[in-house]
C-alpha cells in the first residue's frame, strides 16, 4: 500500500481536546509505547479495544481490571470499526502503516508510535495538574523536537505544581489559612503543596526557622510579616500572631502560616487552628518534614533499625526534669531502651542527661547532636550520655540542634562507638 500524500508539514497542527468518554479508541500493539499510553484513554473515560498477540503484564492488569478490552491476535481490518481514534504501537512498521491507512482512508484520526509525524495525528507532551492539562507540541515540522516539548511540559507542569504559574490567579481559592510545614530548613525539603500555598497567598507570616529560601521567591505583592521581629514575649506575640492571621483572613485575605518542621509538632500551630475557628475563618493545614525525623535522617543516622530499637520518643526538653510545669515522665523515659530524640534540649541537656543516667541508661550510650539540620551550616558532633554535658559546653554547641540518644547513633557511626558498649543487649536474636 502506497501512503497517501499527508497534508503538507508546512502547516502547523492543531490542537484540539479530544472527549473521549464512552467512544472506541482501537490500540494496536501490547507493548511499552502502549502501556504508557493506555492509562491516559482509560483515564479519559474512553471504551479501549487493544489488539495485540502479547501484551505487557501491566496491560494485562488493565484487562483484568476490566479497564481494557484485550483481542489476543494479530490486527484485522474491522478492528477499526466505530472507532474514533486509533493508535498504532506495534514493532512492526508495515502493519502501523497499514493501521494508519486504513484509519485515514475512514476518515478516523491515527497516531504512529514509529513515526509520530507520518500519521494524521501525533501525541503531544502531556502533564496535568489541579484540573489543568498541558500539552506541548512544536508547529511545524522544524520544531518537532519531542525531547524540548518534554522538557517545556515539565517546566510548566513544575511552575504550576510550585505555584510560580498561574497560583495568583486562582479566583476559586477562597480567604482563609492555611498552616504551611516548610521543613527543617533546607527550601527543597518544603512539600509541593506548601509551596504552592506558600505562591497563592496575599499575606505570609513566617517564623524565625521556616525556611527563608522561599520568601524571595514569593510574588512582588505578597506581603511578609516576619513573626521574629514582633515585639514582646512568647505569648504575647503567639497572641499578637493569632490576631494577625484572623484579622487579615476575616478581610478576605489568603493568609499562609508558614513554620519551620511541621506546624503541629511543638510548633503551636493548633493554638491557631483553635484561634481561626473561634472566629469562623477557614483554615487547612499542609503537614511539613519535621525535624526530630528528617535531621537525623539527613545527618545518616536512622531512628530507627531492625533488631536494634523498637521505640522511638520525641521529646522537648525546654523545661528541666523537676520543673513544675514539665509533662515528661523523665524516670520512665529512662527506663525505655530505644531511641529518644531531644528537640529545643540544648539548654537543660546537662540536666537530662543525668536523670536518663539515673533512671538506668547507660553512659556509654551513643548520643548524636545534630545543629542546623540540612542547612548549609549543618554539623554533627558525637558523644555518649555520660559525657553529653562537657561535650555541649566544649563543642559550643547552639540551638537549633536535635539530640539523638540510643544505640542507633551506634549503628550509624560504628567505628566511633566500638569501644562504648550502651550496657543494653541489642537485641539481635528477636528481630522483627
Ligand atoms: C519550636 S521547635 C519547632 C519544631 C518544628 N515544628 C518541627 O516540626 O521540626 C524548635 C526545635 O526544633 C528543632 N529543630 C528544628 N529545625 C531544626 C534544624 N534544622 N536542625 C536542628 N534542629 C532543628 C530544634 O530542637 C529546635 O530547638
Given at each position: 500500500m502506497t501512503p497517501p500524500p499527508h497534508a503538507s508539514?508546512?502547516?502547523?497542527?492543531y490542537p484540539s481536546g479530544l472527549r473521549l468518554a464512552g467512544r472506541k479508541v482501537l490500540v494496536v500493539?501490547?507493548?511499552n509505547v502502549a502501556q504508557r499510553r493506555v492509562p491516559t484513554f482509560i483515564a479519559a473515560g474512553a471504551d479501549i479495544l487493544l489488539v495485540s498477540p502479547e501484551v505487557t503484564p501491566a496491560i494485562e492488569g488493565l484487562v483484568g481490571s476490566g479497564e481494557v478490552t484485550w483481542s489476543q491476535r494479530g490486527f484485522e481490518d474491522a478492528d477499526l470499526d466505530g472507532a474514533w481514534y486509533v493508535?498504532?504501537?506495534?514493532d512492526d512498521v508495515e502493519v502501523n502503516e497499514r493501521v494508519s491507512l486504513l484509519a485515514e482512508q475512514q476518515r478516523i484520526f491515527c497516531v504512529r508510535a514509529d513515526d509520530a509525524y507520518a500519521a494524521t495525528a501525533f501525541t503531544p507532551a502531556v502533564g496535568t495538574h489541579d484540573g489543568v492539562t498541558v500539552a506541548v507540541m512544536g508547529s511545524a515540522a522544524a520544531d518537532r523536537n519531542p525531547r524540548r516539548s518534554a522538557s517545556i511540559r515539565d517546566d510548566?507542569?513544575?511552575?504550576?505544581?510550585?505555584?510560580?504559574?498561574?497560583?495568583?490567579?486562582r479566583a476559586d481559592r477562597p480567604a482563609g489559612v492555611v498552616l504551611v510545614g516548610g521543613g527543617p530548613?533546607?527550601?527543597e525539603l518544603i512539600?509541593?503543596?506548601g509551596r504552592a500555598a506558600l505562591m497563592q497567598a496575599d499575606l505570609v507570616v513566617?517564623?524565625?526557622?521556616?525556611?527563608r529560601e522561599l520568601l524571595a521567591e514569593l510574588p512582588s505583592d505578597t506581603e511578609i510579616v516576619d513573626v521574629a521581629k514582633l515585639p514582646r514575649g512568647r505569648s504575647a506575640t503567639q497572641d499578637q500572631i493569632n490576631r494577625i492571621i484572623v484579622d487579615a483572613a476575616l478581610a478576605g485575605r489568603r493568609v499562609a502560616r508558614f513554620k519551620g518542621g511541621d506546624n503541629f509538632v511543638f510548633g503551636r500551630g493548633f493554638e491557631e487552628v483553635l484561634a481561626c475557628r473561634e472566629a469562623g475563618v477557614p483554615v487547612t493545614v499542609i503537614p511539613g518534614i519535621s525535624s526530630p525525623l528528617a535531621v537525623p535522617a539527613i545527618a545518616g543516622i536512622p531512628v530507627t533499625h531492625r533488631g536494634v530499637t523498637h521505640d522511638l520518643t520525641i521529646v522537648s526538653g525546654h523545661l528541666p526534669p523537676g520543673h513544675p510545669e514539665s509533662l515528661v515522665q523523665w524516670g520512665a523515659l529512662a527506663s525505655l531502651r530505644g531511641t529518644i530524640v531531644l528537640m529545643m534540649a540544648v539548654d537543660n541537656a546537662p540536666m537530662i542527661a543525668e536523670v536518663l543516667l539515673r533512671g538506668g541508661r547507660a553512659a556509654g550510650t551513643p548520643v548524636a547532636i545534630v545543629c542546623d539540620g540540612t542547612m548549609p551550616t549543618e554539623r554533627t558532633v558525637l558523644t555518649t550520655l555520660g559525657e553529653l554535658p562537657l561535650t555541649i559546653t566544649g563543642e559550643g554547641v547552639k540551638p537549633p540542634a536535635i539530640i539523638v540518644v540510643g544505640d542507633v547513633v551506634g549503628v550509624a557511626f560504628p567505628e566511633r562507638f566500638a569501644g562504648h558498649p550502651s550496657g543494653h543487649s541489642s537485641g539481635h536474636s528477636d528481630r522483627p
Open positions: 508539514d508546512d502547516f502547523p497542527t500493539g501490547g507493548g493508535m498504532a504501537a506495534t510548566i507542569v513544575a511552575g504550576l505544581r510550585e505555584g510560580t504559574i498561574g497560583g495568583r490567579q530548613g533546607d527550601p512539600s509541593v503543596a513566617a517564623d524565625r526557622l521556616a525556611p
